[in-house]
């Protein structure tokens, strides 16, 4: 936003009508409202209709893929009794219901996905603007300090309620029934509105903007983590209830709908707005609830570089990153151990190859699984790239640019730790993967390098969204938020074009369609290096932009 727009919003903010029409700490929230949705004028439209689109057309290719009851009863029933499938996706809980078996993979991952971008977007308009400082111009007027906040969470709140209103459309449309689509529909609606009260909550924890963010996907990640717990493990179903996530699933829309859940995630919602406001009326502008703590004076003698700096920006956040990694690479390999003698009938072969995978079914099970851990790992990738606005918006560049450093080398500092960082983080799938599932099947060496080799390959899929938030950075930099949108496209394209029957065309946008299908496939150089050259194209394009652009 411009100092020009933010000096409009101030002096409406500040206008006698509008002080009399709002009070108190809530004065000028109609005019930071009108400002957040034309900020997200093109973002928000563009992304509930393709998450209604998504919905539409998987419930339409659906009924071409199991025309039968028969059909759905045997898919339905092989998928629950896969416990892989079950803690990624979720149960069916009518199995010869057509919107259970067609759903299956949008009612926990849709709602995942619908989580992402709401917590980006209230974090976008709530700590960035202050850690920007355009909140502290638009202050200036008589602006009440809880008007951002309240105008974020209503807009937010208000675009989850029409997502999941236009999503249900579009499954009625689909040919599914109207009341399971209602409730499908209230389940992303309910993801959306709990992650905005919990990314508001982290808005006033941190001071960054970054830490916010990694904040609130910690916790979806956590959320989605207990919901699998409760989904595979007896004796533990009440876990689910401690999730989000689960609450959303808990609906069960094609299922039972059972639509007095909702009431939790909405308590939920109440709770963690109260929270944040209380929290927001209770600090200063700019601070958090938790400060920052100052580093040890001997390690101001070791920042004798942009790569040391850079490092030491971005360390605490890499290493937890690694440890989670491991810790899923773990699991990852253990769970598919079991895969092959879990079922073995026709049809759960058919669920599974359907759901991504190749030939083998085990391999199908592990190319799928390794799928998302390519997507998760570009969110690392673009965060850690975006580390580079973060210091420009915060005027921490300008300094450094005065020294010796140049344009390039403090660049470059930040993209080494995004580059290598997100290589780190596959390697570590792969070894751990590679171990645990060696070390079940008896075969610890042959099973680490195809591991690590299915976890490599992925790679230039990650670094090319990274490269695109590097050129935007360079080039468009007020639009750097554009690399979340084309990671959340790509996870939509890559891992529901088919089920959605989307032409290639359409699919090979995503980066993770180009991706060889290992383990179980046949290794494919010429789209990896084409990758990873379009990647490289757009590292150097950004760093170029940068390099002849204005700072700020």
Not at 228 to 245: E, H, N
Not at 327 to 344: E, F, N, R
Not at 366 to 381: P, T
Not at 414 to 428: D, E, K, N, R, V
Request: aromatic share 6%; proline share 4%.
């Amino acid at each position: 936003m411009t100092t020009l727009t933010a000096n409009k919003v101030a002096r409406r903010a500040s206008t006698p009508k509008a002080s009399a029409r709002d009070g108190g700490s809530l004065t000028g929230t109609g005019a930071m409202i009108r400002l957040a949705l034309r900020r997200d004028r093109l973002l928000l439209p563009v992304w509930i209709l393709v998450f209604t689109v998504l919905a539409a057309s998987s419930a339409a290719a659906t009924a071409g893929l199991y025309p039968t009851r028969a059909a759905r009863v045997a898919a339905a029933a092989a998928a629950n009794a896969t416990p892989a499938l079950v803690a990624m996706y979720g149960k069916i809980y009518d199995l010869a219901n057509l919107g259970g078996i067609g759903m299956l993979k949008l009612t926990v991952l849709g709602a995942v996905l619908v989580a992402v971008l709401t917590a980006i977007l209230t974090v976008r308009h709530t700590r960035a603007e202050e850690e920007s400082g355009r909140l502290e111009l638009m202050r200036a007027g008589v602006l009440g300090r809880s008007a951002p906040l309240a105008a974020t969470l209503i807009v937010m709140m208000g675009a989850s309620v029409v997502l999941g209103g236009l999503s249900a459309l579009g499954l009625i449309a689909g040919g599914l029934g109207m009341t399971s689509s209602l409730a499908f529909g209230l389940a992303w609606a309910c993801a959306g509105v709990c992650f905005t009260g919990v990314a508001a909550v982290m808005a006033q924890i941190t001071e960054n903007a970054r830490t916010a963010t990694g904040l609130a996907m910690a916790v979806l990640g956590v959320s989605f983590f207990l919901r699998a717990i409760g989904d595979t493990t007896d004796g533990w179903a009440y876990v689910s209830w401690l999730s989000p996530i689960g609450w959303s699933q808990q609906i069960r829309p094609f299922g039972g709908d059972r639509w007095w859940v909702a009431i939790i995630p909405i308590l939920f919602t109440v709770v963690a707005v109260s929270v944040a406001l209380a929290l927001n009326r209770h600090r200063d502008l700019g601070a958090g609830l938790v400060r920052p703590r100052p580093g040890p004076d001997r390690g101001a003698a070791r920042l004798r570089s942009p790569r040391a700096l850079a490092w030491r920006l971005q360390r605490g956040q890499l290493f937890a990153w690694m440890a989670a990694f491991a810790l899923l690479g773990l699991v990852l390999g253990s769970m598919s151990a079991g895969v092959g003698s879990l079922i073995d009938t026709p049809a759960a072969k058919v669920m599974i190859t359907q759901l991504g995978g190749v030939n083998e079914l085990t391999s199908a099970f592990l190319g799928a699984e390794l799928g998302f851990v390519g997507i998760f790992v570009s969110v690392y990738g673009i965060q850690a790239a975006l580390r580079m606005r973060t210091e420009e918006t915060a005027f921490r560049v300008e300094p450094l640019l005065g020294t010796s450093v140049t344009r390039i080398g403090w660049c470059l500092s930040h993209l080494l730790i995004a580059l290598t960082g997100s290589a780190t983080l596959m390697l570590i799938v792969g070894v751990t993967a590679g171990l645990s599932r060696g070390a079940a099947v008896g075969d610890v060496g042959g099973t680490l390098a195809t591991m690590l080799g299915a976890s490599l390959v992925r790679l230039p899929a990650v670094w090319l969204l990274t490269g695109l938030a590097v050129a935007l950075f360079g080039l468009l930099p007020r639009l750097v938020l554009a690399a979340w949108a084309a990671l959340v496209a790509s996870a939509i394209l890559g891992e529901f074009g088919s089920m959605m029957g989307l032409p290639d065309w359409v699919r090979d946008v995503s980066p993770f369609s180009h991706v060889p299908n290992l383990p179980g496939g046949t290794m494919e150089w010429t789209p990896t290096i084409i990758l990873t050259v379009v990647a490289a194209a757009l590292v150097l394009v950004g760093v170029a932009g940068f390099r002849r652009r204005d700072i700020g």
